[in-house]
């Protein structure tokens, strides 16, 4: 089944590792991928670690989306395809459970993926598909595409921040 966690809350992401951790536990394998991401993250330290997970990000970090180059941009989207050709070639060989696409809404907002073969990876995690993998997409501002094709969907609500109040990122709480 396909699960998304959306919203303008925090914990999408650490809600998607968390139900790869128990997949993990069970000695199910789970393929992360971050989108969007290239920056140095605490959960990679521990995924790293865990032979049951395979990490598929890109290895440069091209900052936020408004700051980047059209090259950026392209060279991004090219990552981002080959991510999406990774996970399909796992996914068909059977060596992928728990499929995380982490920040992928982003991607499909800008129009830095392919959308013919984000469709064709999400159809593997319909239960008629003849798979059993679960799917597992975070981000905010999620299109129809996404949220018509997921099965759970949670919506997280930012209630209070402490950015609000001029708190910046902490290393190990939020990144």
């Known amino acids: 089944m396909i699960h998304l966690y959306t919203g303008n809350g925090k914990g999408k ?3 998607a590792i968390g139900l790869g951790i128990r997949a993990a536990g069970w000695k199910r394998c789970v393929c992360f991928a971050q989108f969007m991401k290239g920056n140095d993250t605490g959960e990679l330290h521990v995924l790293e670690k865990m032979p049951e997970v395979m990490i598929l990000r890109s290895q440069k970090n091209f900052g936020f989306y ?6 950026d941009k392209a060279e991004l989207t090219e990552i981002h395809n080959e991510i999406l050709d990774r996970l399909m070639e796992t996914a068909e ?5 728990v499929m995380i696409l982490d920040e992928v809404t982003y991607p499909v907002k ?6 013919e073969k984000l469709k064709r990876l999400l159809a593997l995690g319909k239960e008629d598909a003849g798979k059993e993998i679960e799917i ?5 501002d999620v299109g129809n595409v996404l949220r018509d094709a997921a099965d759970y969907i949670t919506e997280m609500e930012c209630v209070r921040h402490p950015f609000e109040r001029g708190v910046e990122a902490r290393k190990g709480i939020e990144f």
């Open 13 to 15: 992401t650490s809600a």
């Open 66 to 71: 408004h700051t980047m180059s059209e090259s």
């Open 110 to 115: 800008w129009g830095l993926l392919s959308m």
């Open 93 to 97: 060989s059977g060596n992928c459970d």
């Open 136 to 140: 597992v997409l975070t981000g905010r």
